[in-house]
T-cell receptor
Framework: GQQLNQSPQSMFIQEGEDVSMNCTSS?????WLWYKQDPGEGPVLLIA?????ELTSNGRLTAQFGITRKDSFLNISASIPSDVGIYFC??????????????FGKGTHLIIQP | GAGVSQSPSNKVTEKGKDVELRCDPI?????LYWYRQSLGQGLEFLIY????????KSGLPSDRFSAERTGGSVSTLTIQRTQQEDSAVYLC????????????FGPGTRLTVL
């Protein structure tokens, strides 16, 4: 089946630093999604990317859909304590019958030291 | 409520017992999804309901797992003869129509099989 390789697995950074994480795959995806999960909660959608090469921002977050449609990155600028959590990438594929399903990466655990 | 709710929030059971996990989707959402999240892993798709269509059960790991959705709203995920490897967080999500890219997740049920 399809697999997403997400890196890094964890990050220990200082408050105020910029963060970068990425996902790669050998498969092509039609849509890339980035989620954040806080402890004891379900994932919350941060950014959705629909076109190859698309660059989208949401406040301090910026994400890009790779031109080959096989990768994506998420950047967080000037990190703050509430950015702590697990970030997941997810890829979505479609066929004639609709969505084929959502494949998730294993997550990047972001830890911020004040 | 305003969001997806799940119950119980935690469930501890003995190996071999059956368990039922409940999901209440957002009102008006016709699509409902179940995922499993094992420790340190991404989300693993289990089953998808959309309106009155036959559910997509392609992600169910074994015939011990089943799910139903009554009246197009509440869903129950049943695991029979639980095994220790079933221990995980079970997440439910819902969306309008079949919009896989706009799923809203519940907080999950943490299942521990002793």
């Amino acid at each position: 089946g399809q697999q997403l390789n997400q890196s890094p697995q964890s990050m220990f950074i200082q408050e105020g630093e910029d963060v970068s994480m990425n996902c790669t795959s050998s498969s092509i995806f039609n849509t890339w999604l980035w989620y954040k999960q806080d402890p004891g909660e379900g994932p919350v959608l941060l950014i959705a990317l629909y076109k190859a090469g698309e660059l989208t921002s949401n406040g301090r977050l910026t994400a890009q859909f790779g031109i080959t449609r096989k990768d994506s990155f998420l950047n967080i600028s000037a990190s703050i304590p509430s950015d702590v959590g697990i970030y997941f990438c997810a890829g979505l594929t479609y066929s004639g019958g609709g969505a084929d399903g959502l494949t998730f990466g294993k997550g990047t655990h972001l830890i911020i030291q004040p | 409520g305003a969001g997806v709710s799940q119950s119980p929030s935690n469930k501890v059971t003995e190996k071999g017992k059956d368990v039922e996990l409940r999901c209440d989707p957002i009102s008006g959402h016709t699509a409902l999804y179940w995922y499993r999240q094992s420790l340190g892993q991404g989300l693993e798709f289990l089953i998808y309901f959309q309106g009155n269509s036959a559910p997509d059960k392609s992600g169910l790991p074994s015939d011990r797992f089943s799910a139903e959705r009554t009246g197009g709203s509440v869903s129950t995920l049943t695991i029979q003869r639980t095994q220790q490897e079933d221990s995980a967080v079970y997440l439910c999500a819902s969306s309008k129509g079949g919009s896989w890219d706009t799923q809203y997740f519940g907080p999950g049920t943490r299942l521990t099989v002793l």
